[in-house]
Structure formats: C-alpha cells, structure tokens
C-alpha cells in the first residue's frame, strides 16, 4: 500500500508569513498532485509535478518534486488570508493504476489576518 | 458547466437505515470516483468507474456499501444498512482522461450523519 505522510498537520501563521509543507512517500510515484479544499467544498487541483527534481510557480505557491519522485513540497510566499484551506498531496500511480489517487491526510493552513 | 453535482449535502439518519447518495458526472467525462473523507483517515476511494463500468471497488469497505452508474450522467452510492462509523463526508468526482491527464474534478460532498 502507498501512503502519503504529510507535515505538519497543522500551521496557523500571519498574513506575510512564508511557509512551506511537505508530502513524503516510501513508494515511487508516476507523478504528484497538490489539491487545495475550503470549507464546504471538494478538493481543486493546483498543480501536477511529473519529472524527479521538477519546480512548478503558480503565483506565490512554489511546488517541487524530490528527486526520487518520492516526495514533495510546497512553499507559499507572503501568505495571505486566501490561502487558507486544507492543502493536499496526492500520489498518482504507474501502469495500470494510474487512475487511481493516493491523498495525504493534509496540512490545514490557516493564514490570520 | 456546472461541475459535478452531488445530493443531498447534508444526510442525517439512524442507525440501520439505507442511505442514498448521488452524483451527476461533468458531461463528456469518462471517469466517476466516489470518496469518503475523515479527520482519522484522511480521502479514501472506494470505487472508481470507467464508461459506467466499475474497474476497482477494493476500497469498499463491506458489503453494506454498493455504487452503481447506469448511465454516463448518473451514478449511486448506498449504505445498507447504515452504521454510525459510516459518517464521514462523501465526494463523488470526474475526469477525463483524453488528454493524458489524471485531473479530478470533486463535486462539494455529502456530509453524511448516522446516529
């Protein structure tokens, strides 16, 4: 079974703050997602990563794959408010199964104010 | 489009009952996913199907749990019958895999409450 241990689970911070969350992995994966979920809603997909070592910038949001294509991280800049949510990693497996999704359980992030 | 639309939202029901739950697919998408998310275990699949064929339900818990899709704009999760342990918010999501990319569209969830 794949898992996906991600850290921490928790992280409240003031708006300005920088911060960064990480999706770890034993198992190798095709590739990895990052989701964003808000109160009352389903997860949004923010970005996909595909190649080991690969960097992806959405605006603030910086997401990087390891190497190995076992982990991952994701670095906000100047956190603002907005931000806040439930962020999730999700692994997507190879060959035959890689319709399927594997979730972290999430880092809740909630930016003051 | 209006994404996937799941119903009802909120689902409060006792202990023994059968429970319903549906989910209306983004028109043209050739996959429909149906998760339940908890505090303790996180987003679990439970069944995924392809052109409303069921491919993998190894994530259904037991038998009490059954998923159908009759057709590509209609698909059915139930609960019979429902236990406390049940409760959890369900998520029913969609996606297209013509363009090589495993993107989930989710519907906003039913949250589901066993007394």
């Known amino acids: 079974t794949q898992l996906l241990e991600q850290s921490p689970q928790f992280l409240s911070i003031q708006e300005g703050e920088n911060l960064t969350v990480y999706c770890n992995s034993s198992?190798?994966?095709?590739?990895l997602q990052w989701y964003r979920q808000e109160p009352g809603e389903g997860p949004v997909l923010l970005v996909t990563v595909v190649t080991g070592g690969e960097v992806k910038k959405l605006k603030r949001l910086t997401f990087q794959f390891g190497d190995a294509r076992k982990d991952s991280s994701l670095h906000i800049t100047a956190a603002q408010p907005g931000d806040t949510g439930l962020y999730l990693c999700a692994g997507v497996g190879s060959g035959g199964s890689n319709y399927k999704l594997t979730f972290g359980k999430g880092t809740l992030l909630t930016v003051n104010p | 489009d209006a994404g996937v639309i799941q119903s009802p939202r909120h689902e409060v029901t006792e202990m023994g009952q059968e429970v319903t739950l549906r989910c209306k697919p983004i028109s043209g998408h050739d996959y429909l996913f149906w998760y339940r998310q908890t505090m303790m275990r996180g987003l679990e699949l439970l069944i995924y199907f392809n052109n409303n064929v069921p491919i993998d339900d190894s994530g259904m818990p037991e038998d009490r749990f059954s998923a159908k899709m009759p057709n590509a704009s209609f698909s059915t999760l139930k609960i019979q019958p429902s236990e406390p342990r049940d409760s959890a918010v369900y998520f029913c999501a969609s996606s297209y895999w013509g363009q090589g990319v495993n993107e989930q569209f989710f519907g906003p969830g039913t949250r589901l409450t066993v007394l």
């Open positions: 198992s190798v994966f095709s590739s």
